[in-house]
C-alpha cells in the first residue's frame, strides 16, 4: 500500500487531491492510504518517515511548504515530495529539497495523474526495500541491502550495516518481524543475520561481513538449510 500525505490548508484542494487518488487507485488497481494535514509544521514537527508521496502546498499560514520540506529531508531522504502552488515560480525552489515535480492550481485530474504515475515510477526505481528506525531524536532509513546482522544485547538492538552501526531501543522479535520477508536468518538468541553477506561457515560460526558470529546447536542444520536454499536461489 502506498502511504501518500496531503499537506494543504485548503479544504476544497485537499478534498479534490484525495477524489483524484481515489479514481487513480480504481484505474490503476493501486492500493493508497492517504492522510491529511492542515499545515506544514503538522507533518514536519513530529515526521516518522513513513510516508511514501507527500502532496505539499507551498503557501500555508503557519509553516510554509518550502520549509517543511526541508525539515522533512533532515530525517528522510527518499520520501517523494510533490509541491502544489499557484505559481510555476515556486518549480525552481523544489531543487533545493529534490522535489520531482509540481501540481499548478487549479488542479485538474489529467495533470495530477501523469505527476502521480511519475512518482510510482520513480519508487519502483529506486525500489531497493528501506528499513526505517525510530530512535531517540529522529528516524533513520537503512538500505536492507547494507544490513550485515542485527544483534540484540539487552534492551537495545544494534543494527551493523555498510556504513557503522545503529542503536535503537526494541526487541529481536520486532526486529525479525520488520525483517521476515527478507533474507534473514536468526542464528542464535543474540543474531539475525543477512544471508547474503554469509561467507562461510566454520568451526560452529557463520562467516558475516568479516566478523565471526556463533550459530547455535539447535539451529545449525535450519541454518545451514537456509543458507543453501538461498544460494541456489540467486545462482
Not at 529539497?97 to 499548478?104: I, N, Q, T
Amino acid at each position: 500500500m502506498i502511504q501518500v500525505a496531503i499537506v494543504e490548508d485548503d479544504k476544497n484542494y485537499a478534498a479534490s487531491l484525495k477524489k483524484y487518488i481515489l479514481r487513480y487507485e480504481e484505474e490503476q488497481n493501486i492500493k493508497f492510504s492517504v492522510e491529511w494535514f492542515e499545515d506544514g509544521e503538522d507533518i514536519a514537527e513530529e515526521y516518522k518517515g513513513h510516508f511514501d508521496i507527500i502532496l505539499m502546498d507551498i503557501e500555508m499560514q503557519f509553516m510554509d511548504g518550502m520549509s517543511a520540506a526541508k525539515k522533512i529531508r533532515e530525517v528522510d531522504e527518499e520520501v517523494i515530495i510533490m509541491f502544489i502552488t499557484n505559481s510555476p515560480q515556486y518549480a525552481m525552489q523544489g531543487y533545493a529539497v529534490d522535489a520531482l515535480d509540481y501540481v499548478l492550481k487549479p488542479i485538474n485530474y489529467y495533470a495530477f495523474s501523469q505527476r502521480l504515475t511519475r512518482a510510482l515510477s520513480k519508487m519502483k526505481k529506486q525500489e531497493e526495500t528501506y528499513l526505517t528506525l525510530n530512535y531517540r531524536g529522529g528516524v533513520q532509513k537503512i538500505r536492507i541491502s547494507d544490513l550485515y546482522y542485527v544483534e540484540v544485547r539487552d534492551h537495545d538492538l544494534i543494527y551493523h550495516t555498510k556504513d557503522g552501526n545503529l542503536m535503537i531501543r526494541g526487541t529481536m522479535r520486532e526486529a525479525e518481524e520488520n525483517l521476515k520477508e527478507e533474507s534473514f536468518f536468526r542464528c542464535n538468541k543474540a543474531y539475525l543475520v543477512n544471508l547474503e553477506y554469509v561467507d562461510g561457515f566454520e568451526n560452529g560460526d557463520a562467516l558475516v561481513g568479516g566478523e565471526r558470529l556463533m550459530v547455535s546447536r539447535a539451529r545449525k542444520k535450519e541454518f545451514l538449510d537456509a543458507l543453501n536454499n538461498y544460494m541456489n536461489e540467486v545462482g
